[in-house]
T-cell receptor, first 114, second 116 residues
Framework: DSGVTQTPKHLITATGQRVTLRCSPR?????VYWYQQSLDQGLQFLIQ???????AKGNILERFSAQQFPDLHSELNLSSLELGDSALYFC?????????????FGNGTRLTVT | GENVEQHPSTLSVQEGDSAVIKCTYS??????FPWYKQELGKGPQLIID?????GEKKDQRIAVTLNKTAKHFSLHITETQPEDSAVYFC???????????????FGKGTHLIIQP
């Protein structure tokens, strides 16, 4: 068990809708990351937060947004959903947010857009 | 930016044999190379990592080697067991890339199948 908790485990929704994915980092970790995993794209980095502030941004669409709250949990909001947004979304955390620090991944949220 | 290529995409070995997964990277400034294992239905888990100041690191049946000149690194699993069946991801990063997670680049993964 990595100590990173993601909810919900599964989400099925229709095109055009909006969903929120939630992540609680491992105890003591200050940085949270969001990754998207699809079959043909591997692990794609979306966005990173450190102690409530955005630290780095990857290939995150404008329809997607995220934030990290004072208690360090994070939410990823996906809006105007398209079929192509169907994927596994992983949250990870690290103690200090440095690029060379180990990441601890949750078990993901599987999003299906119909 | 960094580009990490991973081979093979699928590897099938007999239980008890060794498995080797290879990755190449493009940015000579990269100095941290972790390997993650992803079991079915779970998130990736760090299994071993190596920094550019060493050429090899071992942890029981798992070892990683790094060739900085050739810019490639490999994961070696000896005496494979059924529980080694998973997808393995290599990654590379440089602390000089700006510091954020956008500096960590993953390979596309290798599906390792252990045949009984």
């Amino acid at each position: 068990d990595s100590g990173v908790t993601q909810t919900p485990k599964h989400l099925i929704t229709a095109t055009g809708q909006r969903v929120t994915l939630r992540c609680s980092p491992r105890s003591g970790d200050l940085s949270v990351y969001w990754y998207q995993q699809s079959l043909d794209q591997g692990l794609q980095f979306l966005i990173q937060y450190y102690n409530g502030e955005e630290r780095a941004k990857g290939n995150i669409l404008e329809r997607f947004s995220a934030q990290q709250f004072p208690d360090l949990h994070s939410e990823l909001n996906l809006s105007s959903l398209e079929l192509g947004d169907s994927a596994l979304y992983f949250c990870a955390s690290s103690v200090d947010g440095r690029v060379n620090s180990p990441l601890h991944f949750g078990n993901g949220t599987r999003l299906t857009v119909t | 930016g960094e580009n990490v290529e991973q081979h093979p995409s699928t590897l099938s070995v007999q239980e008890g044999d060794s498995a080797v997964i290879k990755c190449t990277y493009s940015d000579s400034a990269s100095n941290y190379f972790p390997w993650y294992k992803q079991e079915l239905g779970k998130g990736p888990q760090l299994i071993i990592d190596i920094r550019s100041n060493v050429g090899e690191k071992k942890d029981q049946r798992i070892a990683v080697t790094l060739n900085k000149t050739a810019k490639h690194f490999s994961l070696h699993i000896t005496e494979t067991q059924p529980e080694d069946s998973a997808v393995y991801f290599c990654a590379a990063s440089s602390e000089y890339s700006g510091g954020g997670a956008d500096g960590l680049t993953f390979g596309k993964g290798t599906h390792l199948i252990i045949q009984p």
